[in-house]
């Protein structure tokens, strides 16, 4: 590819905001909740429209993998990074492919633990200790989360427990006494002896639903998907040159904690969450509540963007999307940021295209807004050679 090989009215006419803007379950994008998850119609166009056969294809903030699997559905293979565990288990699981025979082993395995919860649920204990435990969790509820542990350590092998535990991180809010996956106050829920084990069955079968969905398309694909967990702005796991599409949606300052509202999945799922809470860039924790300056985010933003330029091949093209924010009640609008980093680090600043964040669908915290129209860019570099 040269610059003049990529198509530049194509990027400059870009629309992908307005082409189809939403979420979608579709396949198994909808496997897992995930705050602000990134609409999968944004990296399937980008994709279509300017990846190449045999390209590999980097999300270095992947989430839930929305990225890793449009490229999977293509062929592609990728690479996938997040500090966050949860976001890592999730990624793993939406990329592997499962198949009939494998389900057959997990559905025994559930099958053992409703017997084994029949038979001893009277005798069940809750071992496992994380602060606030009893806050947050009712007592059965505690002991059968743990059988299902047990019974998820029992798989023979590493993809089935990883799905299995996905199953279970997914249903983990539900059986809380948090009263949403974006609200974080504890409420009494009443919840009844073996619903936890229900909610786990029924999910289960609900997410097989979809993996078989993606698993039937991609069964003979050779796609090879790497997960890593890098700082984003250090990744040492990532060769330079390497990268042919990045396709990314960083975070949006003072936006969210994400590590917060998978908490409790990590206490249980055995993670740290302080590790992710100190790591993750962009937080709320870290310009709200440990008021850190505009400027930390604008030298965080340049870090992260040497190394997508280290780690990407001359005459390529970088894709993100990310949306403007309010730090100490300064509007960052993080297009001219960009803009004047990228610039800085060696890209080319092809394009962008704005919408208003109040547009998209995505739920963020009001307190945090502003009296200025905070928007939201998907915006286009180049790497030139």
């Known amino acids: 590819?040269?610059?003049?090989?990529?198509?530049?009215?194509?990027?400059?006419?870009?629309?992908?905001?307005?082409?189809?803007?939403?979420?979608?379950?579709?396949?198994?994008?909808?496997?897992?909740?995930?705050?602000?998850?990134?609409?999968?119609?944004?990296?399937?166009?980008?994709?279509?429209?300017f990846a190449k056969d045999n390209y590999v294809i980097l999300d270095p903030f992947c989430g839930s993998g929305t990225t890793l699997v449009e490229a999977s559905l293509r062929n592609l293979s990728s690479v996938g990074n997040d500090i966050n565990p949860i976001a890592l288990l999730i990624s793993t699981v939406k990329t592997t492919k499962y198949f009939d025979k494998d389900f057959e082993i997990m559905e025994e395995i559930i099958h053992d633990l409703k017997i084994?919860?029949?038979?001893?649920?009277?005798?069940?204990?809750?071992?496992?200790?994380?602060?606030?435990?009893?806050?947050?969790?009712?007592?059965?509820?505690?002991?059968?989360?743990?059988?299902?542990?047990?019974?998820?350590?029992?798989?023979?092998?590493?993809?089935?427990?990883?799905?299995?535990?996905?199953?279970l991180s997914e249903i983990i809010v539900a059986v809380s006494n948090q009263e949403s996956d974006t609200r974080y106050a504890a409420i009494d829920k009443n919840i009844p002896d073996g619903k936890t084990i229900e909610l786990f069955e029924k999910r289960y079968f609900t997410i097989k639903d979809k993996i078989l969905s993606f698993s039937d398309i991609v069964k003979d694909f050779e796609y090879e998907t790497k997960i890593i967990s890098n700082d984003a702005r250090s990744l040492i796991d990532i060769q330079s040159e390497s990268i042919d599409m990045i396709i990314t949606s960083p975070p949006y300052a003072n936006t969210y904690d994400y590590y917060l509202y998978h908490k409790h999945r990590m206490n249980w799922l055995g993670y740290n969450f302080k590790e992710t809470q100190n790591t993750e860039i962009g937080s709320r924790n870290e310009y709200s509540s440990k008021k850190q300056k505009p400027d930390?985010?604008?030298?965080?933003?340049?870090?992260?963007l040497q190394e997508m330029y280290r780690v990407m091949k001359n005459d390529r093209l970088c894709f993100i999307v990310i949306g403007d924010s309010v730090i100490n009640k300064q509007h960052i609008r993080i297009n001219e940021v960009i803009k004047e980093l990228s610039i800085d680090v060696g890209f080319q600043y092809l394009n962008e295209e704005s919408v208003p964040l109040s547009k998209n669908s995505r739920k963020f915290n009001k307190k945090f807004g502003t009296n200025q129209v905070k928007l939201e860019h998907l915006i286009s570099l180049y790497k030139p050679s």
């Open 296 to 304: 930390k985010w604008k030298q965080d933003l340049r870090l992260v």
């Open 116 to 167: 084994d919860y029949i038979n001893n649920k009277e005798n069940l204990k809750s071992t496992i200790e994380f602060p606030n435990k009893d806050h947050w969790f009712q007592k059965n509820v505690q002991k059968e989360i743990e059988l299902i542990l047990k019974y998820i350590n029992l798989c023979p092998n590493e993809k089935y427990q990883n799905l299995l535990k996905v199953v």
């Open 1 to 49: 590819m040269s610059t003049q090989m990529i198509d530049i009215k194509a990027i400059q006419n870009l629309k992908i905001f307005e082409e189809a803007y939403s979420n979608t379950t579709d396949f198994n994008h909808g496997i897992h909740s995930y705050p602000a998850k990134f609409p999968p119609q944004i990296p399937a166009k980008l994709l279509d429209k």
